[in-house]
């Protein structure tokens, strides 16, 4: 069946960086638009960032993270970098396209 695995996440102090990795399996990964979200305590889950022919970026993230897939190896990054306080939450990675699959999530956490 279709599986989403998140990696990377952790704990980094402010202006640090941290990179994401998602692997997927179990379906066609070059079909699926693939997306980040995330959700902190309290609040919403909202989109990060999305990488289909082209990319997207929440206004908070842009110029600061970098979203990249690797269809050879059906995975998709997100490079994050100059992280904030507010950038801590739980970054859940998602394939839209036939289906809607999501993953487990991780946690990245910004503290000093």
């Known amino acids: 069946q279709a599986q989403l695995v998140e990696s990377g996440g952790g704990l980094v102090q402010p202006g640090g960086s941290l990179r994401l990795s998602c692997a997927a399996s179990?379906?066609?990964?070059?079909?699926?638009?693939m997306k980040w979200y995330r959700q902190a305590p309290g609040k919403e889950r909202e989109l990060v960032a999305a990488?289909?022919?082209?990319?997207n970026y929440a206004d908070s993230v842009k110029g600061r993270f970098t979203i990249s897939r690797d269809d050879t190896k059906s995975t998709v990054y997100l490079q994050m970098n100059t992280l904030k306080s507010e950038d801590t939450a739980v970054y859940y990675c998602n394939a839209r396209g036939a289906y809607d699959y999501w993953g487990q999530g991780t946690q990245v956490t910004v503290s000093s």
């Open positions: 179990g379906f066609i990964f070059r079909d699926y638009v």
């Open positions: 990488i289909g022919t082209r990319t």
